[in-house]
Nanobody, 122 residues
Framework: VQLVESGGGLVRAGDSLTLSCAAS????????MGWFRQGPGKEREFVAAAGWGSPSTYYAPFVKGRFTISRDNAKNTVYLQMNSLKSEDTAVYYC????????????????WGQGTQVTVYW
């Protein structure tokens, strides 16, 4: 499975940004999809995930209420809508796909995208 992220960029604090991740796999709908991020000098961390079955979503506590993950199985694409961005959201954001039911840790990811940079400034 190839995952290609897009939509990153330089934005001001308080602004919104939407990331997209397009998958090459025609059975996209069978994968759990997720977003992770790695800030400067930090470990990669879980951000959000969307299950393949019922519309179940999971969020890291620090983004809940600001970020929304969604998926369009017809387009083999998963999105991350990010609102009220903060400087601490600055990171490389990675799309991931997993064969399991959940995807909230790196160990549960089977495929990774190359990442897209998001920089939030004051």
């Amino acid at each position: 499975v190839q995952l290609v992220e897009s939509g990153g960029g330089l934005v001001r604090a308080g602004d919104s940004l939407t990331l997209s991740c397009a998958a090459s796999e025609p059975t996209f709908s069978s994968y759990t999809m997720g977003w992770f991020r790695q800030g400067p000098g930090k470990e990669r961390e879980f951000v959000a995930a969307a299950g393949w079955g019922s519309p179940s979503t999971y969020y890291a506590p620090f983004v809940k209420g600001r970020f929304t993950i969604s998926r369009d199985n017809a387009k083999n694409t998963v999105y991350l809508q990010m609102n009220s961005l903060k400087s601490e959201d600055t990171a490389v954001y990675y799309c991931a796909a997993g064969n399991g039911v959940v995807l909230t840790s790196e160990a549960e990811a089977d495929y990774w995208g190359q990442g897209t940079q998001v920089t939030v400034y004051w």
